[in-house]
């Protein structure tokens, strides 16, 4: 493995705190910024990344062949590579965040007292925001635009597989910062592939990193979530679920299924698991499973299940706790829709869960108390998507109950705080 | 001093994880439960406050007893002593916060996307709010009872010198969930005085509190902020300032400077630096400090400060980073409202900060430079407070800026989720 790092280990901590330090100073210059501003660093950033597309390839390709050299797996290749199509997806996303509203625009509350004093809340960013990934180069650009957007500075750190492509790409970022007039700390990349960097990110950076967004698989994400001494937004896991309850209409249920299951099996609203209510097992059962297993999908099912299709495998009680990511899942039969809620209480993350019926009151009763960060009635799981939800974008989707849940876009990326405004008040 | 443990010490870390369980559980009913049943539980605790005063006065004096035993100090044993009136004000208190609307009843978002899907962001309860506090017995009320009001279960950790109290209240409110049909494990007690208790609830007891709120003194905060392994809502101190910027109405100065200093000097939104704009230190200085000596206020000053009035102490360096929390007082001159924004950018905490001006362009630039929680233009920053903000009651206020900023009423108690309603609409 060549080595990356342009700064010996022992420097690591001091590194890192010039790097806290400067994020701290750029934050503060963001959240005074006029959108405008952040708007054109945002276009300029795409604009360097068409125009540098040859490097950015060249970096990238140093990275795939080094990869490969360690014999790295397939998807993992895949993940890590860009072409120019994978480029220009990068370039138009930013374009898009430029597109978006500005979310330090919004004044979220506005009342008089009956003393008279005007009370405004209004959003404000956060601050800094560390990002932790792993091979996708992409996340450079991603996360660092919707940072910039909702005013925060952000911290970069990649996976050492992808060290010179987000290097390449970092350097379009900061080449749009500087063309718009603001300081090029706004986004800042970890200068070395030293793990150590990340363990004094996940200590927080003496106090200069608001919240760590961890993007990659579930052992980089239990790590932060395990040692982070700051907010982390993230979700560990989707074990997804769809219930078919009673009144399922079946062709809606095999066409949600299907798509909640099959489109893409390894998103993170991918369904894991199907849950059909007995009183309905007699007769969407059967479909449901051959439909799955005809579409290349491995079903592990409960006694039921086995019985209504004799190319179902056994389901372990550890199935019911997996998120397969694969064209894999787990179905059993409920006693109906109190069991499935109690199942889905049991064995889920709280990040996504989906009823299929046609009875409003149960889908209402679903919608209630599944505690989820999103739950939904007669529509796909792989809906749960900022995309989707009309955010623009997202840098992740939290399953934590503070401050953001679900789709994190840059809304989600704001604080707030209150002014007030008077005309010599005190108080009794 | 009396052995109040029921419980002997290796028991702590079994004892607090059932108290979790019984917590998170509890949770789950009260994020399901009515309104109606959540104010009942609320009214008839306040009811049962009355109805024991003698018992609950009892239980107080025998804690004020073996504090002054100990040779406790003045202002301690104010905030431990109970009586008819003080009591009379914790059940009122209870009263109206079942009064208020349900935090849980708000629709945050509602908006349809071009696909069909409808997409709801609803509130939702935090979970369980653990609550550690000091030597007030009535935060056991006011915490429990705004964690119940927004559906979130509370374990409540008092002072060892309150624990008599704390247990007489709590006695209190568990009838009163009794009574509404509600687990009495939504407002539970821990039931020992030994300090490991609070290192559990530090920890999180296994991921059953969701945040944690310290109430007390900066060196319980800065014990919970720097111990705690899940989200805290706090503030450390409020270094809070009040800038006299040069166009301001002196009269309108000396009378919010007077309230900000001296109407109760104990509180966190009291004003702790005067900052004067150099521009109008020549008329407005000399009265304003004239006005704090007269007031009682001892002033701590800066040379110009000093050369106004022979009465002024000088300041030193560490004057400007006090929380003096009495009848004292740091003043200063600056260049002009940007030298005022650096001085509380430098020195402050990010609570509550003040300008008295006539001038609304340089109010405006104040409100929107200055990263407090809460900014003011003429108005007395005691205003701090979530009653004054109209939010009912408060269990704390937050300088952090992830989630609660500000007064944290029943409204940030909440989260929430994302309800999404199809018609069999799948991904494309």
């Known amino acids: 493995?060549?080595?990356?790092?342009?700064?010996?280990?022992?420097?690591?901590?001091?590194?890192?705190?010039?790097?806290?330090?400067?994020?701290?100073?750029?934050?503060?210059?963001?959240?005074?910024?006029?959108?405008?501003?952040?708007?054109?660093?945002?276009?300029?950033?795409?604009?360097?990344?068409?125009?540098?597309?040859?490097?950015?390839?060249?970096?990238?390709a140093q990275d795939v062949a080094a990869a490969k050299a360690r014999g790295t797996q397939g998807s993992f290749i895949d993940r890590l590579t860009l072409d120019d199509k994978r480029l220009e997806a990068v370039a138009r996303s930013l374009d898009e965040i430029a597109d978006l509203p500005?979310?330090?625009?919004?004044?979220?509350?506005?009342?008089?007292?009956?003393?008279?004093?005007?009370?405004?809340?209004?959003?404000?960013p956060l601050g800094v925001v560390g990002i932790i990934f792993e091979s996708r180069p992409n996340v450079a650009a991603d996360a660092g635009g919707l940072c910039l957007k909702s005013g925060n500075a952000a911290i970069l750190r990649g996976g050492s597989e992808s060290f010179h492509s987000v290097r390449a790409i970092h350097a379009c970022l900061t080449a749009?910062?500087?063309?718009?007039?603001?300081?090029e700390a706004a986004i800042s990349l970890v200068p070395t592939t030293d793990r150590a960097a990340v363990g004094e990110m996940l200590a927080g950076l003496d106090g200069a990193i608001d919240v760590i967004v961890p993007r990659g698989g579930k052992s980089l994400v239990a790590r932060v979530q395990s040692e982070a001494r700051v907010p982390v937004f993230a979700h560990l896991e989707g074990i997804v679920h769809v219930f078919v309850e009673r009144t399922a209409d079946l062709e809606k249920a095999k066409k949600i299924v299907l798509n909640a299951k099959m489109r893409r099996t390894g998103i993170c609203g991918a369904a894991e698991t199907l849950?059909?209510?007995?009183?309905?097992?007699?007769t969407h059962l059967k479909p449901l499973v051959a439909m799955l297993i005809e579409a290349g999908c491995e079903v592990r099912g409960d006694g039921a299940t086995q019985a209504a299709d004799a190319r179902v495998k056994p389901a372990r009680d550890e199935d019911w706790?997996?998120?397969?990511?694969?064209?894999?899942?787990?179905?059993?039969?409920?006693?109906?829709?109190?069991?499935?809620?109690d199942h889905i209480e049991r064995y889920g993350s709280h990040h996504?869960?989906?009823?299929?019926?046609?009875?409003?009151?149960?889908?209402?009763?679903?919608?209630?108390?599944?505690?989820?960060?999103?739950?939904?009635?007669?529509?796909?799981?792989?809906?749960?998507?900022?995309?989707?939800?009309?955010?623009?974008?997202?840098?992740?989707?939290?399953?934590?109950?503070?401050?953001?849940?679900?789709?994190?876009?840059v809304e989600q990326l704001t604080s707030f705080k209150y002014r007030v405004r008077g005309d010599g008040q005190t108080r009794a």
Do not use: W
């Open 1 to 60: 493995m060549n080595k990356v790092s342009p700064t010996i280990a022992e420097d690591v901590p001091a590194v890192m705190a010039a790097l806290g330090r400067g994020a701290k100073a750029a934050a503060r210059a963001l959240a005074l910024s006029p959108r405008e501003q952040r708007d054109a660093a945002l276009r300029a950033g795409a604009r360097h990344l068409r125009a540098s597309a040859a490097a950015i390839l060249a970096a990238n």
């Open 102 to 124: 500005d979310p330090l625009a919004r004044v979220l509350a506005r009342y008089e007292r009956p003393n008279g004093l005007l009370i405004e809340r209004v959003a404000t």
């Open 176 to 183: 749009g910062l500087r063309e718009a007039g603001l300081p």
């Open 275 to 282: 849950l059909v209510d007995r009183a309905c097992a007699q």
């Open 321 to 341: 706790r997996t998120e397969y990511l694969d064209a894999i899942i787990s179905v059993g039969v409920v006693d109906g829709l109190a069991a499935a809620i």
């Open 352 to 409: 996504t869960d989906c009823i299929v019926s046609e009875d409003r009151a149960a889908a209402e009763k679903f919608l209630n108390e599944v505690d989820s960060a999103i739950v939904l009635h007669n529509a796909s799981t792989q809906f749960a998507d900022g995309g989707e939800f009309g955010f623009g974008a997202e840098i992740g989707i939290a399953t934590g109950r503070m401050h953001a849940r679900g789709p994190v876009g």
